[in-house]
């Protein structure tokens, strides 16, 4: 029997939500899988459809970790557990170190959760629940030297990438709605992201004004939602980025993946942004399993999705003129084109089928 305690979990849409969705499913392929998650909306018959026994917790969030914590000794106890998986140092963290003892624990880190200094009070009670965990698993190298910088020994972290089950297939409606959505446009650009800082999608829009000369026929498409919606619709206009652009709040799975694959260019020049950082990027593999190249960011673990000068490049996201002339390198000679088939052949090393062996092993 495998455990997982997670915060993050579908039906909810976003990278997080896949990774445990995607852990889960694989692991489903060695053994049973009982899940400890959230309560959201759409989860009845999300759950019901899964095939995978999930437990929803609800309530005050400063009480559900204490009832979800009760709720997996309660389990534990009750059943021979091969190995707990969990998503954060704080889903981790109220959990009985006894029920851990006789099994694998792994406890997942990324970049933004862990960047505390070292000696703070945030970062002391991040050590000390990530030292119940057998193995910590970090999504990159840049995520490990991170977590080691801020006091966690090396010998406890493995590095073990997020995993990706793309491609899937897409119907012909959704095929027919992106094409739609990208007409003749050239180049067919694409962000698939939150909207904060870190991102950089206001120095997107302003490098897409700064292309239009170049590219008259230009088409940039992101998808997401956040806090900086507005900013980014105001930029638009102001722009006057009224046909080039367009920012879809929210998406299907199925269009998503479908308007992947009309696109010719992954654009994610992540930067740091206070202790926000990029550890990973797992949407750069996902565009990269539609044939779809990338560029991103120099700041975080981007160069652990991309290969440098082989399946997109990395720039400074916080330079336009960065962003621009790796945008003008990713386009010349029709090199998007020789860049997409290697992040093709690159992705399938994500694979869930592979990446599951890699805990496996460890267990």
């Not at 446009?185 to 698939?192: A, E, L, N, R």
């Amino acid at each position: 029997m495998f455990v997982i305690s997670t915060r993050n979990f579908p039906p909810e849409i976003g990278g997080m939500q896949n990774l445990m969705g995607g852990l889960s499913l694989s692991l489903l392929k060695h053994g049973p899988v009982k899940v400890f998650a959230e309560k959201t909306l759409g989860e009845e018959n999300f759950d019901k459809n899964l095939g995978i026994d999930v437990t929803r917790v609800s309530g005050f969030k400063i009480l559900r970790k204490y009832r979800k914590a009760n709720l997996i000794k309660e389990f534990s106890l009750k059943n021979s557990v091969r190995a707990f998986f969990f998503d954060h140092w704080k889903s981790i963290e109220k959990i009985d170190d006894k029920i851990l003892k006789n099994s694998t624990s792994f406890c997942l880190i990324h970049s933004k959760e862990i960047n505390h200094a070292e000696g703070s009070f945030i970062n002391k009670r991040m050590l000390k629940a990530l030292s119940k965990a057998r193995y910590v698993i970090s999504n990159s190298e840049f995520t490990k030297k991170l977590a080691m910088k801020n006091g966690l020994q090396e010998n406890k972290i493995r590095i073990i990438h997020p995993g990706c089950n793309y491609p899937i297939k897409i119907d012909n409606k959704n095929l027919d709605k992106a094409k739609e959505l990208f007409r003749n446009c050239f180049p067919k650009i694409i962000t698939v992201a939150r909207l904060d800082k870190r991102k950089s999608h206001q120095n997107i829009l302003m490098t897409i004004k700064n292309l239009k000369p170049r590219f008259p026929n230009i088409k940039y498409i992101s998808i997401g939602d956040g806090e900086e919606m507005q900013k980014l619709q105001n930029l638009k206009n102001e722009l006057g980025l009224g046909n080039e652009v367009l920012i879809l709040k929210e998406s299907t799975e199925l269009l998503k993946v479908a308007l992947l694959e009309q696109s010719d260019l992954f654009l994610m020049p992540s930067i740091i942004y206070k202790k926000s950082v990029e550890g990973f990027g797992i949407s750069f593999i996902e565009a990269a399993a539609y044939r779809t190249g990338s560029i991103g960011g120099i700041a975080g673990g981007a160069s652990d999705a991309i290969q440098d000068g082989i399946s997109g490049y990395l720039c400074d996201g916080g330079d336009l003129n960065s962003i621009y002339e790796t945008i003008i390198k990713f386009y010349d000679n029709d090199n998007y084109k020789q860049l997409g088939k290697n992040a093709f052949i690159f992705s399938k090393n994500f694979h869930w089928d592979k990446i599951i062996k890699k805990y496996i092993k460890l267990i």
